[in-house]
């Protein structure tokens, strides 16, 4: 069985200050972890991804997430927000067989200029 | 690339008619596609997956007679909701798969659609 959990359900921060977006999750497997974007109206956009290559994983826009193996953890971090990354963040497990996405329970993230 | 749209984006209907959603990926073959449903405020939860040309595999608690999932084409997969009820109201999120080299198994996943049932 696997699972996630974000500790946050809400992070406010303000522009051009650091975010952090925490994650812990667990797997029975070697998991694969991904963190996804989702703006109102939109699709999920996939930020990046972790499939046991690098532990330190650099995405899109600025965002980058480590994976610590003896925390179970896979925090999500930006130096910097910007407006734009206002939205809800997914924190998502995956074991190989049958690519099935276990989400963790999201986070709203809020930028006050 | 790697788009997915779905069809319609909101829908209202009355409790207890069906409920058709498409959902397509429009520049690649996706040999398997998914069902989530988000709650407001809430997390996405896999409802089902389907392979082209072979029936869906439902989650536990997800009633098959009720949600019904046709996979008949490598770009289309439809959910149809029947004799929906208000509870079944929700976000209907689809995601595409494709196993070909260079996709590297992400599911690009679809806008979504709103149902309300009234």
């Known amino acids: 069985a696997q699972s996630v959990t974000q500790l946050d359900s809400h992070v406010s921060v303000s522009e051009g200050t650091p975010v952090l977006l925490r994650c812990n999750y667990s797997?029975?497997?070697?998991?694969?972890l991904f963190w996804y974007v989702q703006h109102p109206n939109k699709g999920l956009q996939l930020l990046l991804k972790?499939?046991?290559?690098?532990?330190l994983v650099k995405g899109i826009n600025g965002f980058e997430a480590e994976f610590k193996k003896s925390e179970t953890s896979f925090h999500l971090t930006k130096p910097s927000a910007h407006m734009s990354d206002a939205a809800e963040y997914f924190c998502?497990?995956?074991?190989?067989?049958?690519?099935?996405?276990?989400f963790g329970g999201g986070t709203r993230v809020l930028v006050k200029p | 690339g790697a788009v997915v749209s779905q069809h319609p984006s909101r829908v209202i209907c009355k409790s207890g008619t069906s409920v058709k959603i498409e959902c397509r990926s429009l520049?690649?073959?996706?040999?398997?596609m998914f069902w989530y449903r988000q709650f407001p405020k809430q997390s996405l939860m896999l409802m089902a997956t389907?392979?082209?040309?072979?029936?869906?595999?439902?989650e536990q608690g997800v009633e098959k007679d009720k949600f019904l999932i046709n996979h008949a084409s490598l770009t289309l997969s439809t959910l149809t909701v029947t004799s929906a009820h208000p509870e079944d109201s929700s976000f209907y999120i689809c995601?595409?798969?494709?196993?070909?080299?260079?996709?590297?198994?992400?599911?690009?996943f679809g806008p979504g659609t709103r149902l309300t049932v009234l």
């Open positions: 972790y499939t046991s290559a690098a532990t």
């Open positions: 995601s595409a798969l494709s196993a070909l080299p260079g996709f590297n198994n992400e599911q690009f």
């Open positions: 520049d690649f073959q996706a040999t398997t």
């Open positions: 389907s392979n082209e040309g072979s029936k869906a595999t439902y």
């Open positions: 797997s029975s497997y070697s998991p694969s």
């Open positions: 998502v497990v995956s074991v190989a067989a049958g690519n099935k996405l276990t």
